[in-house]
């Protein structure tokens, strides 16, 4: 019999650096119980070795709150707000987990309608996670 390596489902992101969460956590304290604040995710779906996403100029742009369990923060990468498959770039950054997983904050964004705020810059590492 022989034997396959089997690569794992990943991801692509930015990983917001310490600095830049805790800028934006005193800038939108979390709502709800489960501060999430970790990353922007730029695809889904990638073989466990695929490249991380280039570098880029990464701000917060915008504000969504679902109002029972879970808010996001919008984010242009190169000035766009538009993820390769068609959704927005975003940070999921609170939720209850009773109620939504991160995953949901694609849906909340789906309408395109959100709170535009001042731009933040923040820094975030470009990486393939699993």
């Keep these: 019999m022989k034997v396959q390596e089997i690569l794992m489902e990943a991801y ?7 600095a830049s969460r805790e800028l934006l956590a005193k800038r939108f ?8 604040g970790h990353h922007v995710t730029v695809q889904f779906g990638l073989p466990a070795n695929a490249a991380p996403p280039s ?3 990464l701000k917060v742009v915008g504000y969504k709150d679902s109002g029972d369990g879970l808010e996001a ?6 000035g766009s707000t538009d993820r390769p498959d068609g959704s927005t770039y975003h940070i999921t950054w609170s939720l209850d987990r009773s109620k939504y997983k991160p995953v949901d904050s694609n849906k909340l964004l789906s309408g395109g309608r959100y709170t535009l705020i001042k731009s933040i ?6 990486q393939t996670l699993k």
Excluded: H, S
């Excluded at 692509?12 to 310490?18: C, F, G, N, P, Q």
């Excluded at 923060?73 to 190169?78: A, D, E, G």
């Design 12 to 18: 692509t992101a930015y990983v917001l650096d310490d």
């Design 55 to 57: 570098a880029a100029a």
């Design 29 to 36: 304290p979390p709502k709800y119980p489960d501060f999430i």
């Design 73 to 78: 923060l919008v984010v242009t990468v190169n």
């Design 121 to 126: 810059p923040i820094q975030a590492a470009a």
